[in-house]
Nanobody, 111 residues
Framework: QVQLVESGGGLVQPGGSLRLSCVLSGRRLSSYIMGWYRQAPGKQRELVAEITSGDIKTYVDSVKGRFTISRDNAHNTLYLQMNSLKPEDTAVYYC?????WGQGTQVTVSS
């Protein structure tokens, strides 16, 4: 059974940082293109960042230079380092293999 479990969300002030983690079980992380999505209240889910098995990374324009996606295949874990957070980054963040999704972790950026 494939399962994705995110963690690391929380409340942070503008300009702060968080690191999200996503642990994949039931499959090898190295087999997948992995992605982080987010969904803010009243908005559609959007792709934030993606990483291929060859470590090619892509980002939505709004997070370029602030967020970094990475993967640790040995520990079957995907990360999203988020720096210089803004209130508009507030959303539920999900990791995905493209077929399977985690339950999401809430990120709230507010003073």
């Amino acid at each position: 059974q494939v399962q994705l479990v995110e963690s690391g969300g929380g409340l942070v002030q503008p300009g702060g940082s968080l690191r999200l983690s996503c642990v994949l079980s039931g499959r090898r992380l190295s087999s997948y293109i992995m992605g982080w999505y987010r969904q803010a209240p009243g908005k559609q889910r959007e792709l934030v960042a993606e990483i291929t098995s060859g470590d090619i990374k892509t980002y939505v324009d709004s997070v370029k230079g602030r967020f970094t996606i990475s993967r640790d295949n040995a520990h079957n874990t995907l990360y999203l380092q988020m720096n210089s957070l803004k209130p508009e980054d507030t959303a539920v963040y999900y990791c995905t293999t493209g077929l399977n999704w985690g339950q999401g972790t809430q990120v709230t950026v507010s003073s």
